[in-house]
């Protein structure tokens, strides 16, 4: 294994994480850009807190996130940053909202559970949105009549929303609050620009998971 040195492996750490598509973790980057590096788990831990500090003052940050390490904008100039993309933030019903919500904070849930709470059915269309978004995904099966399907939330999703746990949720006060605040197609605030090929998109999740 090559030796290298704490400034060149804290260039390399710093590269890697700008040009990377997605978060990446520190057990990823020990495998690729580090692979034919001698570089402890203690080492690298204390390159990446020293590129977080480093970054804290200025317009792009260091964070991580559920999937591991990535660079994003500021939450605070989300709004002026906004206006490089024509198109208009999305905007997400109350019903998928409320359904993602639930999912996250009650998880692993059936339809029917989600049906009983939210006292409507949900629309086979919400399930499949937030599964093609890979917010959601099936983790087993119900050992009741007629087994039904048991979601729960992905890495994508606490991604999407920086979150590193799903201890890191808003509580069930807080979700009610936001909730009440909005309406029928509620649009959810555009808070970071991730270094990714994607363009940016809603941070702050109003539901109550």
């Known amino acids: 294994m090559k030796k ?6 804290k260039q390399l750490v710093e590269a890697t994480l700008f040009v990377a598509e997605k978060p990446v973790s520190k057990s990823r980057l020990k495998e690729t850009t580090l692979a034919n590096f001698a570089v402890s788990d203690k080492q690298l831990s204390a390159v990446i807190d020293e590129l977080i500090l480093d970054y804290q003052p200025r ?6 996130v559920a999937s591991g390490y990535r660079f994003q904008s500021l939450d605070s100039l989300a709004p002026m940053l906004s206006t490089l993309w024509q198109e208009s933030a999305p905007k997400y019903s109350r019903a998928m909202l409320e359904t993602l919500a639930l999912i996250a904070y ?5 339809r029917g559970e989600i049906e009983q709470v939210r006292g409507v059915a949900v629309s086979s269309n919400i399930i499949k949105t937030l599964t093609e978004r890979e917010w959601i995904k099936t983790v087993g099966h119900k ?3 007629g087994r039904p399907a048991l979601y729960a939330t992905t890495k994508v999703f606490l991604d999407y929303f920086s979150l590193k746990s799903l201890a ?3 509580s069930a006060d807080q979700f009610e609050a936001l909730a009440n605040q909005g309406s029928d197609d509620t649009e959810v605030p555009s808070a970071v620009a991730d270094r990714t090929n994607d363009k940016p998109e809603p941070e702050s999740l109003p539901t109550n998971e």
């Open 143 to 145: 050992e009741v009549p």
């Open 168 to 170: 890191e949720l808003p």
């Open 4 to 9: 290298i040195n704490r400034v060149q492996l």
């Open 59 to 64: 317009g792009i940050q260091l964070v991580e």
């Open 106 to 110: 009650r998880q692993p849930i059936t």
